[in-house]
């Protein structure tokens, strides 16, 4: 398992706290997901086999957020 930490602009509340989550617990390979909303980071835990850093970002983007890295 490989641990990332994805930097996201825009999340304020719980709601961003639960799509943010939400987005990326759906994509197979993913499975722990920390979203500090004070710092915009969120800590992602995956098989690197299954998921990679794109679909991470897409996923989260999908939800109106901007991933910064």
Same mark, same amino acid.
């Given at each position: 398992?490989?641990?990332? !930490?994805?930097?996201?602009? @825009?999340?304020?509340?719980?709601?961003?706290?639960? $799509?943010?989550? &939400?987005?990326?617990?759906?994509? *197979?390979?993913?499975?722990?997901?920390? !979203?500090?909303?004070?710092? @915009?980071?969120?800590?992602?835990?995956?098989?690197? $086999?299954?998921? &990679?850093?794109?679909?991470?970002? *897409?996923?989260?983007?999908?939800?109106?957020?901007?991933?910064?890295?």
């Amino acid at each position: 398992m490989e641990e990332r !930490v994805l930097e996201v602009k @825009g999340m304020s509340c719980g709601h961003c706290k639960m $799509a943010v989550t &939400g987005a990326l617990k759906q994509l *197979d390979g993913v499975s722990t997901v920390d !979203v500090d909303l004070t710092s @915009g980071k969120v800590d992602v835990t995956y098989d690197e $086999a299954k998921v &990679g850093f794109t679909q991470m970002k *897409d996923a989260v983007e999908d939800q109106g957020y901007d991933v910064v890295k």
